[in-house]
């Protein structure tokens, strides 16, 4: 289909019967939905496209779907904005912390979570909501640890969407 949406099929059968060859046939209409994908966007294109810090000559607003730039991220004790304007040195939670707001604002923005996606993100909202994982524990976490290891797993599956990779619609042109 050219666009996404609900959308009506109309089926036909047709047969002939074995006994009489006489032809018949019966018509079904079928509901069908097609999901709507928009292309996604960089943690760099977000970081640089808010209102109040820039340096984009246009701001998204869809940061206001999520708050706004300083909106606090679950309990980092930092906004948003501040999340992305840290530098991960290897800490785990900001690798994914990144990759996990670019995703929440391709969603706002209209590119629809294909499922593998939507567990993926649900799953580090998981994570964060855990009191426990804050942003100085997850960085004392060194090598092999598991919970290490899933935040870095999922910011690459994140990642990926945010990138166009497995986003059904790819990655934007950041001239929008």
Known sequence: FDTCGDETVSNTASFVTNDTSTPGSDNW?????IPCYSCSLTQGYWK????EYGP????D????LVGGPNALFFISNKSYIQVLQTTPKGNAYY??????????LNQENGAGFPSEIQVAFDDATTLFDNHLNTP?????????????????????????????????????????
């Not at 640089?48 to 209102?51: F, G, L, N």
């Open 29 to 33: 209409d079928i509901e069908i939905s």
């Open 48 to 51: 640089t496209h808010s209102q």
């Open 56 to 59: 984009a000559a246009h701001p």
């Open 61 to 64: 607003d869809t940061w206001d």
């Open 95 to 104: 690798i994914l912390a990144h990759q996990y707001i670019a995703a929440e």
């Open 136 to 176: 100085a524990n997850i960085a004392a976490l060194k090598g092999k640890s598991a919970l290490r290891k899933q935040f870095i797993e999922l910011a690459g599956i994140l990642g990926a969407f945010n990138e166009g990779t497995t986003n059904p619609a790819g990655h934007c042109d950041e001239q929008i």
